[in-house]
């Protein structure tokens, strides 16, 4: 998924500070000029980044995602829908929020694989595939959680996601949700939440979530029951949706992890 870094300012750009506006009224009696600026200088506009991510193409399902797709129960404009087969009760409905710049149907491997293990899974479509602005269209999330509940609507919900997915998931509430499921995923809450309860899954492998942010994400949420799966890595193996930078070299079968995940994510669920 595309990692959006914060904007810091370089080092190297010119101080401002000779600009500085004094008190109104009261002139400073030895106003410094403004040096100008180096020939070839260019001005860092790195911050502007984030905002052209939207611009950039999402990455796109693999055959292994597609194969995967074909088992989908329902595909609609607000989410993608998979179901346990005939004979696995359903023990759980699971919301979904994918990665940033990520196509939805990537994460239908694991989708798959939590259905076949009692799990119904509604892949929630994020708007331009940006999970920060589900929270503006939370009526896409209303819909899954109301199909998740078509047949029970008792069934236990859980609401998490992947990369910035779960970062988002971790700050939605919603009726009747009861656990949050964090996939190599943070929080931004510093302070104990201990009312949160669910699962979190992290990789040992992950160039993206550190091992800091992981110790304070477990901190945070101390009834969060957390797993580390040593060979996981941030992009599930370039299984789901392709090789991202920063991938590191794995000989993990990327079916091989998604069941690992899902194993892990069905043992864990109600741990707490």
């Given at each position: 998924m595309v990692h959006i870094k914060p904007h810091r300012p370089?080092?190297?750009?010119?101080?401002?500070?000779?600009?500085?506006?004094?008190?109104?009224?009261?002139?400073?009696?030895?106003?410094?000029?403004?040096?100008?600026?180096?020939?070839?200088?260019?001005?860092?506009?790195?911050?502007?980044?984030?905002?052209?991510?939207?611009?950039?193409p999402s990455a796109a399902p693999t055959s292994l995602a597609k194969e995967a797709l074909a088992s989908a129960k329902h595909v609609t404009s607000e989410y993608i829908l998979f179901a346990p087969p005939a004979g696995t009760p359903t023990t759980r409905g699971l919301v979904f929020l994918g990665g940033a710049k990520v196509k939805e149907e990537a994460y239908a491997p694991l989708a798959k694989a939590l259905a076949e293990r009692g799990v119904a899974v509604a892949l929630v479509r994020s708007p331009l595939e940006l999970p920060f602005l589900v929270p503006l269209f939370s009526q896409r999330v209303d819909a899954?959680?109301?199909?998740?509940?078509?047949?029970?609507?008792?069934?236990p919900l859980v609401i998490g996601g992947h990369s910035a997915g779960g970062f988002v998931a971790s700050n939605l509430k919603k009726k009747g949700v009861g656990e949050l499921l964090l996939l190599n995923a943070r929080t931004e809450s510093r302070a104990p939440r201990p009312d949160v309860r669910g699962v979190g899954v992290f990789g040992g492998q992950d160039g993206l979530i550190s091992a800091r942010e992981r110790e304070a994400t477990k901190a945070a949420l101390p009834n969060l029951s957390t797993v580390v799966i040593p060979e996981l890595d941030h992009d599930f193996a370039q299984g789901l949706y392709g090789a991202q930078a920063g991938d590191p070299t794995t000989s993990s079968s990327p079916q091989g992890l998604v069941d690992t995940v899902a194993d892990n994510i069905v043992a864990r669920l109600g741990a707490h």
């Open positions: 370089s080092a190297s750009a010119p101080s401002l500070d000779a600009a500085a506006p004094t008190a109104v009224g009261r002139p400073t009696s030895s106003p410094r000029a403004v040096a100008p600026a180096p020939r070839g200088w260019t001005p860092n506009l790195s911050f502007l980044e984030p905002a052209l991510r939207v611009f950039q899954a959680i109301a199909k998740l509940r078509e047949d029970n609507s008792a069934l």
